[in-house]
């Protein structure tokens, strides 16, 4: 079964950075897209940002300028730069992609999540 494997979460001073990656744990399975989310205590996930297969970035307009998500095909993994983190970027993060298996077919899949807690 493959899996989207996370890294990189912990704690960090407002202000400081931090890096997730998101590495796929078959080599056969290719990323598509790929998104974060986020999920805070008491609310909704909701998208962080995301790199469509060309490279195309989206981001929420909370982490515009701060947060900066890539791809590194050859790794098939995903990273996601978070500078000047706020308190209320505390949240758990989720990778998010739609994986090409090696017959051509695509499905969607989530990592198990990683814990990003800011402090003031």
């Known amino acids: 079964q493959v899996q989207l494997v996370e890294s990189g979460g912990g704690l960090v001073q407002a202000g400081g950075s931090l890096r997730l990656s998101c590495a796929v744990s078959?080599?056969?399975?290719?990323?598509?897209?790929a998104g974060w989310y986020r999920q805070a205590p008491g609310k909704q996930r909701e998208l962080v940002a995301q790199?469509?297969?060309?490279?195309?970035?989206i981001y929420a307009d909370s982490v515009k300028g701060r947060f900066t998500i890539s791809r590194d095909n050859a790794d098939n993994t995903v990273y996601l730069q978070m500078n000047s983190l706020k308190p209320e970027d505390t949240a758990v993060y989720y990778c998010?992609?739609?994986?090409?298996?090696?017959?051509?077919?695509?499905?969607?899949?989530w990592g198990q999540g990683t814990q990003v807690t800011v402090s003031s």
């Open positions: 998010n992609a739609d994986l090409r298996d090696p017959t051509g077919l695509v499905n969607n899949y």
């Open positions: 078959w080599s056969m399975f290719s990323i598509n897209a």
């Open positions: 790199v469509t297969f060309i490279g195309r970035t």
